[in-house]
């Protein structure tokens, strides 16, 4: 079992940048590939990034390749999501994700934990 909790998002003018943090806890962290997801309203969920158990190998959504970087620590049970040049269309709730394989990660139903989200506004 584990537990996501996300921190980390806020209001931030277009252009800037924002850090997201996900803390986790249970035992088994550092055996699932790590995530994110974002969902803005009235769209679907869709996938952000992830990242392998051991942070050796990273996927992204083809739109967003250049401005967000994700990374984890391990000893610190957290992954990070670095998000840069933000843009308005960037407005989101922010999931936290743990999954079992990072080849699949960008499909919804191969995800087994989420965490509850962070709003991230982007505005002037």
């Known amino acids: 079992q584990v537990q996501l909790v996300e921190s980390g998002g806020g209001l931030v003018q277009p252009g800037g940048s924002l850090r997201l943090s996900c803390a986790a806890s249970?035992?088994?962290?550092?055996?699932?590939?790590m995530g994110w997801f974002r969902q803005a309203p009235g769209k679907e969920r869709e996938f952000v990034a992830a990242?392998?158990?051991?942070?050796?190998?990273?996927k992204y959504a083809d739109s967003l390749k250049g401005r967000f970087t994700i990374s984890r620590d391990n000893a610190k049970n957290t992954v990070y999501l670095h998000m840069n040049s933000l843009k308005p269309e960037d407005t989101a709730v922010y999931y936290c994700?743990?999954?079992?394989?990072?080849?699949?990660?960008?499909?919804?139903?191969?995800?087994?934990?989420w965490g509850l989200g962070t709003q991230v506004t982007v505005s002037s």
């Open positions: 994700s743990a999954g079992p394989n990072l080849n699949s990660y960008d499909r919804i139903e191969h995800i087994d934990y």
């Open positions: 249970g035992r088994t962290f550092s055996a699932y590939a």
């Open positions: 990242i392998s158990w051991l942070g050796r190998a990273t």
